[in-house]
T-cell receptor
Framework: DAGVIQSPRHEVTEMGQEVTLRCKPISGHDYLFWYRQTMMRGLELLIYFNNNVPIDDSGMPEDRFSAKMPNASFSTLKIQPSEPRDSAVYFC????????????FGQGTRLTVV | QQQVKQSPQSLIVQKGGISIINCAYENTAFDYFPWYQQFPGKGPALLIAIRPDVSEKKEGRFTISFNKSAKQFSLHIMDSQPGDSATYFCAASKGSARQLTFGSGTQLTVLP
């Protein structure tokens, strides 16, 4: 397995534009997480899914952020409209449902909003 | 409220030395405590993890020490190597929920 795959690796966009980040979890994993990493706030959980259903979105900072998981192999995190303070590295991670608690992280998407 | 506090923020160790990173947690419901290692430009990767029913877990040069009464746990890296230079995060989670609460991270530099 290639691991958790995120795209794009880097995204530069102008303030006010819509941004969509994509994630393909490891096949067979039941849990999918979106984390954001910044110097000021460290690694913080935004939302997570179990079997494609959003379980906890309390970490989503504002209504400008939304996440979907239409099927077991794909998830998106959308920011609309984007703001400079959204600049961060966004990580997707997946975790197996049974017999394992390890979260496997993707390589992240570095988002810069100018 | 920061639920997992990590120290130090940065650490410089000579090759062959011992690196020690400490974490303290507040929520007594936490029952899984992993350490993640992150290299620049990469995502965090699990290094070692412990549950509170044991006080110590060792994997190669890496050891977690766990003190349930003090709500503290630490990572010890023995015989530190330049290749260990990375950012280390402690984390915690509880029950069937899988979401991780991370510490603020420690940037470790091992000098050759």
């Amino acid at each position: 397995d290639a691991g958790v795959i995120q795209s794009p690796r880097h995204e530069v966009t102008e303030m006010g534009q819509e941004v969509t980040l994509r994630c393909k979890p490891i096949s067979g994993h039941d849990y999918l997480f979106w984390y954001r990493q910044t110097m000021m706030r460290g690694l913080e959980l935004l939302i997570y899914f179990n079997n494609n259903v959003p379980i906890d979105d309390s970490g989503m900072p504002e209504d400008r952020f939304s996440a979907k998981m239409p099927n077991a192999s794909f998830s998106t995190l959308k920011i609309q409209p984007s703001e400079p303070r959204d600049s961060a590295v966004y990580f997707c991670a997946s975790s197996p449902g049974q017999g394992g608690t390890e979260a496997f992280f993707g390589q992240g998407t570095r988002l810069t909003v100018v | 409220q920061q639920q997992v506090k990590q120290s130090p923020q940065s650490l410089i160790v000579q090759k062959g030395g011992i690196s020690i990173i400490n974490c303290a947690y507040e929520n007594t419901a936490f029952d899984y405590f992993p350490w993640y290692q992150q290299f620049p430009g990469k995502g965090p990767a699990l290094l070692i993890a412990i549950r509170p029913d044991v006080s110590e877990k060792k994997e190669g040069r890496f050891t977690i020490s766990f003190n349930k009464s003090a709500k503290q746990f630490s990572l010890h890296i023995m015989d530190s190597q330049p290749g260990d230079s990375a950012t280390y995060f402690c984390a915690a989670s509880k029950g069937s929920a899988r979401q991780l609460t991370f510490g603020s991270g420690t940037q470790l530099t091992v000098l050759p």
